[in-house]
């Protein structure tokens, strides 16, 4: 606990915030808390973890540890995750003992893709068909209603980067799909778009949000490779995408930044595929293209301080480093861009290890958050 306390819901600096999770998002994150001059307080299952070296204190216990988590919980003026997937026993302990953001529901319906979707048609958002599949039957019963040539079978729960997903062409397919997976799926009908977008924003305490400009996302295998802004996203779409996420953030009385991945139609339709209820690996440009980064955002949301401005200053091009591309970093540091590494020890194929941002003044006008 901090020497300085503030207001109940506002950690003054010297404060303590706790994040769940030690992966790069949980590194960037203490980094931002202690450009505040708060601490951070990291709990992953993992060691090494990048965040663990870049915070002041280490928690190094499963997410299913119930005194560990209480403990924790002890220890800091707030709590936030830099994953979805985080147990609901641990959400629960948690925010029993210290004020937790995002909140649990918002956390269960994310982690969830038939709660999701659900979630965001009830408020009236575009999103792909689509209908639950929890047998055999139902999974060609799914493909036949949803009458695409093209679908895609996904895991209800615990599915990134294109893990637990299936493209199917055929009721058959989509059976023999389900049969694989053996957990209850969700089948979306294919979104024939014509490029990826997401918008990232913020929702403080008070209800005050504020949304960073939607860049055009790039993905292979399934993996984010670059996130570009401005990209093919219209002015008009940009302010639509905002919305969206402002809708969803009220809907789920956020305190946090959540991203929201976009499919755009080639007739300029926002149709939502995602929520992270995280800061997001396509929001990484803001750390170089805007006074206030989506990091630090996150961090002023949960300690319950005003949001900063979203506002970029400059076009940005992230590339991310992936597996292998990270040995180039030597090259990488003698170029133009922004280098981030995230002391990831060992190299694997699809391994996120770091990310390089390049800027170049900015071509369009600036718009308010
Ligand atoms: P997700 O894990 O849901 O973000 O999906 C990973 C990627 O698969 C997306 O970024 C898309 O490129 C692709 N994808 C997922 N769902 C669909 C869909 N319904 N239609 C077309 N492409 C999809």
């Known amino acids: 606990?901090?020497?300085?306390?503030?207001?109940?819901?506002?950690?003054?600096?010297?404060?303590?915030?706790?994040?769940?999770?030690?992966?790069?998002?949980?590194?960037?994150?203490?980094?931002?808390?202690?450009?505040?001059?708060?601490?951070?307080?990291?709990?992953?299952?993992?060691?090494?973890?990048?965040?663990?070296?870049?915070?002041?204190?280490?928690?190094?216990?499963?997410?299913?540890?119930?005194?560990a988590l209480a403990r924790f919980a002890r220890q800091c003026d707030a709590i936030t995750y830099e994953f979805e997937n985080v147990p609901a026993t641990a959400a629960e302990v948690l925010s029993a003992h210290t004020p937790t953001h995002p909140n649990a529901r918002a956390l269960a319906i994310a982690q969830d893709r038939l709660d999701e979707k659900r979630f965001v048609a009830d408020l009236g958002l575009a999103t792909a068909p689509f209908a639950p599949v929890s047998s055999i039957e139902e999974a060609g019963a799914a493909f036949a209603r949803i009458g695409r040539a093209r679908a895609v079978l996904k895991t209800r729960r615990f599915g990134y980067d294109g893990k637990g997903q299936a493209i199917v062409s055929s009721a058959d397919e989509a059976e023999k799909a389900f049969q694989r997976f053996a957990v209850p799926c969700i089948l979306e009908g294919f979104v024939p778009f014509a490029f990826e977008a997401s918008v990232i924003a913020a929702r403080a305490m008070n209800g005050q949000f504020a949304a960073y400009d939607p860049p055009e996302n790039m993905h292979a295998d399934h993996i984010l490779r670059r996130s570009v802004v401005p990209g093919r996203l219209s002015a008009d779409a940009g302010v639509a995408a905002k919305?969206?996420?402002?809708?969803?953030?009220?809907?789920?009385?956020?305190?946090?930044?959540?991203?929201?991945?976009?499919?755009?139609?080639?007739?300029?339709?926002?149709?939502?595929?995602?929520?992270?209820?995280?800061?997001?690996?396509?929001?990484?440009?803001?750390?170089?293209?805007?006074i206030v980064s989506q990091f630090e955002q996150h961090i002023r949301a949960v300690a319950g301080w005003p949001l900063g401005d979203p506002r970029r200053h400059s076009d940005a091009v992230m590339e991310n480093l992936i597996g292998a591309d990270a040995e180039n970093w030597p090259a990488l540091a003698a170029g133009p861009g922004a280098l981030h590494l995230y002391g990831k020890r060992e190299i694997r194929p699809g391994r996120k290890m770091g990310h390089v941002t390049y800027l170049s003044p900015r071509t369009t006008p600036a718009s308010g958050g």
């Open 1 to 67: 606990m901090s020497m300085t306390r503030g207001t109940p819901s506002k950690v003054a600096p010297g404060g303590t915030i706790g994040i769940l999770g030690g992966g790069q998002l949980g590194r960037m994150l203490a980094l931002a808390a202690a450009r505040l001059g708060l601490r951070s307080h990291i709990y992953s299952d993992t060691d090494p973890a990048p965040a663990f070296d870049v915070a002041h204190e280490r928690t190094l216990a499963s997410y299913e540890d119930r005194d």
């Open 243 to 290: 919305s969206i996420a402002q809708r969803i953030a009220d809907a789920f009385d956020y305190v946090g930044v959540l991203g929201v991945e976009l499919f755009v139609t080639g007739e300029g339709e926002l149709i939502v595929n995602e929520i992270a209820p995280r800061v997001h690996n396509s929001g990484h440009w803001t750390l170089e293209a805007c």
